[in-house]
């Protein structure tokens, strides 16, 4: 069975660095064709593509976040990251994790970034 | 990027009742590997989405038989045959045949 989950900080400052964990189980990122992905969305609002990796380590990122977000993956803890550099108010949401490109999705985290 | 206009917003239904939802492409999503990278999610309320339709028409596991998918190239339609009640939430398309993804911007479906 396909399961993911994420955690993180779930307040942080302005400027500060955003550091997200997409726990998984039920495959793994060393198999061929498989991606994890980061998608967001703003409470009430719609749904926003942020990175994807996959499993020989090619990564993709919406160019709308410019050089903030960093992915990266560890296949032997069955993991995914991502990091989102100076972090304002627009970057509160909750995050999601998913496979491939939204194949299964984990629960969500929610992020505010607060003064 | 590409841009995906869904049609209606909202939508109400009576149970039973037979629904369609446009999402019309602002280019080709036939990728050139011959698949065409359309999905179509749901989000209940209070949920995480997900997926029921990915490259068109093709049903997810576990995803009841009354949602089907068809269209080709920039048009493309959802339709629920015989609504019930568990259906209610917001239904969003998706592309994945060209960076960046992109999503709808979702239509609402009620319960009348």
């Known amino acids: 069975q396909v399961t993911l989950k994420e955690s993180g900080p779930g307040i942080l400052q302005p400027s500060q660095t955003l550091s997200l964990t997409c726990s998984f189980s039920g495959f793994s990122l060393s198999t061929s064709g498989i991606c994890v992905s980061w998608i967001r969305q703003p409470s009430g609002k719609g749904l926003e593509w942020l990175a994807t990796?996959?499993?020989?380590?090619?990564?993709g990122y919406n160019p709308s976040l410019k050089n903030r977000l960093t992915i990266s993956k560890d296949t032997s803890n069955n993991q995914a990251f991502l990091k989102i550099t100076s972090v304002d108010t627009a970057d509160t949401a909750i995050y999601y994790c998913?496979?491939?490109?939204?194949?299964?999705w984990g629960q969500g985290v929610m992020v505010t970034v607060s003064s | 990027d590409v841009v995906l206009t869904q049609t209606p917003p909202t939508l109400s239904a009576t149970i039973g009742q037979s629904v369609s939802i446009s999402c019309r492409s602002s280019q080709s999503l036939l990728d050139s590997d011959g698949d065409t990278y359309l999905n179509w999610l749901l989000q209940r309320p209070g949920q995480s989405p997900q997926l029921l339709i990915y490259?068109?028409?093709n049903l997810e596991s576990g995803v009841p038989n009354r949602f089907s998918g068809s269209g080709s190239e920039t048009d493309f339609t959802l339709k629920i045959s015989g609504v019930e009640a568990e259906d209610l939430g917001v239904y969003y398309c998706m592309q994945a045949t060209h960076a960046p993804l992109t999503f709808g911007s979702g239509t609402k479906l009620e319960i009348k």
């Open positions: 990796i996959c499993w020989e380590d090619s990564k």
């Open positions: 998913a496979l491939n490109y939204g194949g299964r």
């Open positions: 490259s068109v028409s």
